[in-house]
């Protein structure tokens, strides 16, 4: 539970790609979230790590900016393979420290 209270509070891999794209078109928060029908809050929201972007805003963006979506998805597939091996570490001391207390 405090793993994901920790990554709420940091900027995703996709809310970084998102900046990243926002900031290639020389757009403010408010602008880029106009040209999807979103607010800027909503916009710094996804930036910033706050919220997750559903599937369809991921698709929008793809398309109204010309970037292929499967980049997107590959580097959330990356982060999990990670979050994946670091509860696999966490689980093997969490093993040993209980076989030597017994």
């Known amino acids: ?15 970084i790609k998102i900046k990243d794209i926002r900031n290639k078109h020389s757009l403010s928060q408010d602008r880029f979230g106009k040209k999807l029908g979103l607010s800027g809050k909503t916009i710094s929201s996804y ?30 597939k990356q982060v999990i393979t990670e ?9 093997n001391e969490l093993c040993s420290a209980f076989e030597s207390s017994v």
Do not use: F, H, W
């Open 1 to 15: 539970m405090l793993m994901s209270i920790v990554m709420r509070n940091c900027p995703s891999d996709i809310g």
């Open 47 to 76: 930036e910033t790590g706050r919220c997750a972007p559903p599937l369809r805003i991921l698709k929008e963006i793809s398309g109204t900016y010309d970037i292929p979506l499967v980049v997107v998805k590959e580097e959330k």
């Open 83 to 91: 979050n994946i091996s670091n509860i696999q570490k966490l689980l």
